[in-house]
C-alpha cells in the first residue's frame, strides 16, 4: 500500500517560514520524481514545485521562485518544502504527489494535505 504522509503545516505570520516534510511508503522512492502542489479555497490546484529523483534540477512555480526551496532525502524516502518569505496568498493545502508515467505504469499518488495559512 503506498502512502504519503504530509506533515509541517500550520499558521504563520507574513515573512515567517515554514519546512513541509513528506513521507513514503509502498514504492520505490529513489526512482520517482516528486512535486509539491498547492491548492488555496476557490482555486485550481497549483503545481509549486518538483525535483527529479537523484535531486538535480529543480523547477517551480513563478510565484514561489526565489522563496521556496524543494529537497529529497532518499534514504529517508523523504521530500521536503522549505517555505521562506510566505505571504497571504500562499495559504493552501499543500499536497504531496507522486507523478504517474504511464511508460513505467506508474501510478500518480497524493497525499492527504497539509492547511499552510499565513496571516497576521
Known amino acids: 500500500q503506498v502512502q504519503l504522509v504530509e506533515s509541517g503545516g500550520g499558521l504563520v505570520q507574513p515573512g515567517g517560514s515554514l519546512r513541509l516534510s513528506c513521507v513514503v511508503s509502498?514504492?520505490?522512492?529513489?526512482?520517482?520524481?516528486m512535486n509539491w502542489y498547492r491548492q488555496a479555497p476557490g482555486r485550481e490546484r497549483e503545481l509549486v514545485a518538483t525535483?527529479?529523483?537523484?535531486?538535480?534540477?529543480?523547477n517551480y512555480a513563478d510565484s514561489v521562485k526565489g522563496r521556496f526551496i524543494i529537497s529529497r532525502d532518499n534514504a529517508k524516502k523523504s521530500v521536503y518544502l522549505q517555505m521562506n518569505n510566505l505571504k497571504p496568498d500562499d495559504t493552501a493545502v499543500y499536497y504531496c504527489?507522486?507523478?504517474?508515467?504511464?511508460?513505467?505504469?506508474?501510478?500518480?499518488?497524493w497525499g492527504q494535505g497539509t492547511q499552510v495559512t499565513v496571516s497576521s
Open positions: 525535483i527529479p529523483s537523484l535531486g538535480g534540477t529543480t
Open positions: 504527489n507522486a507523478p504517474g508515467d504511464s511508460r513505467r505504469s506508474w501510478k500518480d499518488y
Open positions: 509502498g514504492l520505490i522512492f529513489s526512482i520517482r520524481p
